[in-house]
Structure formats: C-alpha cells, structure tokens
C-alpha cells in the first residue's frame, strides 16, 4: 500500500482509458476549477490489489457546466444529473466509464472541508488532479486520518455521517463485506443510536444497497452485523417473528437463527466446486451464470421459513409438538410483500418466492424415494413445477438440511438429497428430455377435429396426462395417442363443448 506521501502518481492514469486525464485536465483549464480525485478512486488505488471502477471527482463549483463541457473535449457521452439544487453534481457515461462530479458539498469552502462531510474516513481522501501529470511525489489530502484506517481495515464513520444521510447506516455494511474490513466500535455504536432513520430513506435506495450487501460473498455476515445492530429490524421485521420461536428435534436453533444458519451454509454450498452436488458441478455453475441467480438463492435461504410464525400451530396427533403446516405457501407470500417493500424487479420476487414456495418438496420426495422409489412421474412433475430452477431449488434444499443439527435429524439426509439430485437428472435426460424436444403426438387442433370438443381446462389436463404418458412409456406414437383421448372421451363422459353430463 502506498503512504501518505505518495509516489508514482502518474500511473494512476493507466487505470482507465487513454485521453480521460488529458481530457479532465484540459476541461479544468477551462472552466477554470481545481480538481480533486476523491473517495473510491483514491480509495481502491490505494488499495492496489483493487483497480478503481471509475472516476469520482470534486471541484470548486460547477459541476453540471464542467460535465457538459467534458463531454464535448472527449467527443461524446452521456450527461445524467446528480444530487439535489443545493447540492450540484452530476455524471458523464462514456465508453462504459462513470465520470462522477460533484461540487463542495453543504456550504463547504474548502476540499479539507468538503473531505470532512463525507462518509466514511476511508473515503475522504483525495489527491488534486495536478500532481497526477507531476513526476515524483505529491500529497495526500487526508483531514480525517483515513489512510490509518485503511491501512488498518477499518470502516470509520464521518462527523455527521448517519445525521447527513441514513443511507449511510446501510453503507457501512456494504463497505464491510466488499473490502472485507471491521467496523470500527465507535461507528456500530452510532449505527445502533440512529437505526431508525433508516425509515427514512426511499425504499428504492435500500434495496440496492441490500442487493450490494448481499451479493458479495460474505453478505451473509454484513446481514449478521445489521442484525447485531439493530438495524436490520426496521428493514426486515418478519424475520423477527422467528425470534424465539421453537422448532421439532430435528433442529437445533430456533426458528429466526436457522434461517440465518440457512443463509450462510447457502453461501458456502456457492463457493464449493462441487456446489454440494459431485459429479454434477457443469450444470450448477451454468444455472449461477445468470445474473441475479446467486443473490436470489441467498434471499431464498434467508426466507425460506418466514412463514413459520404464522403456520405455528400445536399438533393434534403430539401433544406438545409444533407443527407448520403450509408455512412453505406463507412464506410465497410474504417474499411477494417484502420485494415489493423493496422495489424488486417482478423476475426477483417470482423467483425468491417461487424457491420459498417449493423448498419443502426434495425432502418429500426424499421420503418418498426411500419407500417406494421416484417414478418417472414424480421426477416430470418435480421438474415442471421447477422450471428453469431445479439447480436452485436442490442448493436451497441442501442449505435447509446443512442449517439443521437436531438430534432428531435423519440420518444421511444430504446424501439422499444427493441420491435424489442424481436419479431426478438421470430420469430427465433419459426419459423427459427427448419427449419434451419432440413434436407433440397430439395437440388441441386434434382434439377439436379429432374429437368435436371445445377449447377448455379439460385441454390441458388431457395433453399434460398425454406427456406424462409418453415419458412412462405407456404411449409411444400417434395412433397410441388417438386411442387414449378416444378411451378418456368416453370414460369422462365429455359433450362437444368440452363439459361433463
């Protein structure tokens, strides 16, 4: 890590494209500002093993004039205002870069005293654009002391941090699981004192910091830190309904607790190779290519047993014995209400509520397949009902059992899970799969010609059945088809316009 002083400044320019820093430089002349690279530039160059996203910088005034007017020296990009009316600032898109401008911030005269209103002590640190065409050395301007905590992984809080922004109660956590440092005593203790401003902020703005938090690889213990400051509370009240709340032998932590454990067992299954599934690592890393998906698993894994407190119930066959009947379908439902809380996109609550929805069904069919085997049925319907998130459902389900440790907890269940992730695959590529990729033997065109009946539910139920059907085997070409519908008309009774006498 560099220090204080620091050398090789013009190297920083190698970090982004050719022309940028000639093109600020030049701009600057111009308008006649100083120019400050501030905050997470300096911040991730410092760091060395980070090469910097983009640019942020501050100058003395005129921030949606030095945009315009950077736009037009580098020949393009796209102006996006920032900030409010007090406080101008604004972007330059181009070529994928982010050039952030801002001017001084509430009312300062100075960068030391623009540097002092900013978040963190980590992102108060900034260089003048000058010295990055110097030679040698050049100055660090750092008025809170931020490059010691840098240098120590400290996140340490501004003077007026959460009082300025709430938001930033948030990005403490943030910072914490994306550089991997600790929060600094002082500053959890003023995230706890003001946790209730988070009320405050724009749903929109919490969302997309939770979806920063959680998408990093440890997310899980930046939701561990809120929780121990009380802040994920005011974010996520329906997980606190567990708090306390009991469960049968076979687990070992209440109902709040698991589903934390749930979530970081789900983050470890994501950086095995293996994904907790051996010999089937290609098909689980091609499900985790698409953006979203490895978030949306460890929402699932949070949620999976939000809908226990509600589904708690005494059982009638166990005196005693806590029973959560339908909590699967609970907690569908709450997902759908948290993600509207914040702002998800309509793909990320079906997704997060259809994994909660069917987290329960490999351990049914676990029970199943020890007594009487998977028929191929079961394993089309598993998949059906699945979709595109077999591999998801399977990481979800094997998080739920790695998260529990009861007494009572059967033996060996992972490897059943394993046994059954196994057969279910092995049934869709030998039997599903082709029946799928083929034409269908019959279609509802048939069944009106054919048949004299009407369009109606009935159509779907009999070309579903006729699948099932040809995946077993039953079925094997069209003149089998034909026979089927012709026995299932008669036997159901059917008149043309599709209803039952």
Known sequence: MLHPRIKKLPELQACFPPGVFQALRAVAMDCGVKVYLVGGTIRDWLMGDRLPGDIDLTIDGGAHRFCRSLIAQLGGGAFVPLGTEKEEASRVAWQGLDIDVS?????????????ALRDF??????????????DGEGDLLDPLSGMAD????????????????????????????????????????????HANKIDKVAAERIGYELELILSARNGGDGFWQ??????LHHLLPELYEGDGLEQPGFHHLDVFHHNFQALREMEHLLSRPDFGYPGHENRFAAYLTDQGRAGNLKWAALLHDVGKPTASDDSKKEPGRVTFYGHDEIGSRLVEHIGMRFKWSNEQRLQVGHLVAMHMHPFHLCTTMKKQGLTKRAALKLCARAGDHLQGLFLLAMADSMASKGELKPENIELELIALY????????????????????????DLIVSFGLKPGPQFSVILKELQALQIEGVVKNRGDAFRWVNCYVKENKQTKDGREQ
Not at 226 to 231: D, I, Q, T
Not at 423 to 443: H, N, Q, W
Request: aromatic share 8%.
């Open 422 to 445: 196994d057969e279910v695959i092995t049934i869709y590529d030998r039997d599903i799969e082709p029946v799928l990729a083929c034409k269908p033997l019959m279609t509802g065109n």
């Open 150 to 193: 840098l240098e120590a992984g400290v996140i340490r809080h501004g003077p007026r941090a959460f009082v300025d922004d709430p938001l930033r109660l948030l990005r403490t956590f943030r910072f914490m699981v994306s550089l991997g440092f600790e929060v600094s005593p002082d500053t959890f203790r003023e995230v706890s004192l």
């Open 103 to 115: 001017s001084f911030r509430r009312g300062a005269c100075t960068i030391e005293e623009d540097l």
């Open 121 to 134: 002590t980590i992102n108060s640190l900034a260089v003048p654009l000058a010295l990055v065409f110097k």
């Open 226 to 231: 809120m929780h121990k400051s009380g802040l």
